[in-house]
């Protein structure tokens, strides 16, 4: 059996915590200041900021909410969402100024993201003991737009592959969104660990899929599964450093 050789994380609730009362303040002072520079952009019969984001921010929050109701696997584009809630607001800008808006957009949303300190120093634990990390997320956001901002910016050199939905065009558990992940980590199935917070899309999904191994992880959620198949629980993303140790290379976590 191929050594164990790398890891893929689920990002939302694995790797990170939505921390929504700050997703909604930094979204509010975005808004003022969106209003602002649009004024400044000479753009007439503005709502106020308040108003503004309940019918951009919200609404496309609700719009996003019902495709994962509905279970649809296809991944929305972002960009054009937010130009179709704008132009809906009575705002139509040229592409630079487009483009400026949808960076505050994403920087405002990425501020109410925790990525706890601890899970940092576990990731450049692993990163230090040879593995090869990546994420792999259900995502809308943009990527090249989110490394600008923390936590994305933070996790730029520890996890080199980061494949999200929104570049995929897909969502898990559609299979390709992994086999994309497993093609830019350079390795094969059993040669991953794959770790989330979902059953479905992190732990039935990638095991279906090969992967070595799955590890569900409490940290931030728990979903009620008693045919979940994980090979292990974490409490906490840290808990994965001595789990690994327990686990040799060579064979599979069942066996030991
Ligand atoms: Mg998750």
Request: one cysteine or more.
């Amino acid at each position: 059996m191929v050594p164990l050789r790398g890891i893929l994380f689920d990002f939302g609730h694995t790797l990170v915590d939505w921390v929504w009362d700050q997703v909604m303040a930094s979204l509010q002072e975005a808004y003022r200041e969106h209003r602002s520079y649009l004024e400044s952009l000479g753009v007439a019969n503005l709502m106020p900021a308040d108003e503004l984001m309940d019918v951009i921010a919200l609404r496309m929050y609700q719009e996003l909410d019902a495709s994962y109701e509905r279970r649809d696997l296809t991944e929305r584009d972002f960009a054009e969402t937010f130009r179709r809630y704008l132009r809906l607001a009575g705002i139509d800008l040229p592409p630079e100024a487009f483009q400026e808006l949808l960076r505050r957009e994403h920087a405002a949303i990425c501020q109410g993201t925790v990525l706890p300190p601890a899970s940092l120093e576990a990731l450049e634990e692993l990163r230090r003991r040879g593995y090869r990390l990546g994420m792999v997320s259900n995502m809308d956001l943009l990527l090249d737009i989110m490394r600008l901002d923390p936590p994305v910016r933070h996790l730029g050199g520890l996890i080199p592959v980061k494949v999200l939905s929104s570049g995929v065009g897909l969502r898990k558990p559609h299979p390709r969104i992994y086999e994309a992940a497993l093609e830019e980590l350079g390795l094969p199935s059993e040669a991953v660990l794959f770790v989330g917070d979902r059953v479905l899309e992190d732990i039935r999904t990638p095991k279906a899929l090969g992967v070595r191994a799955a590890v569900l992880s409490h940290e931030f959620r728990q979903e009620e599964d008693l045919a979940c198949e994980a090979d292990a629980t974490v409490r906490a993303l840290p808990d994965l450093v001595p789990l690994l140790e327990q686990w040799p290379n060579g064979g599979h976590p069942n066996q030991y």
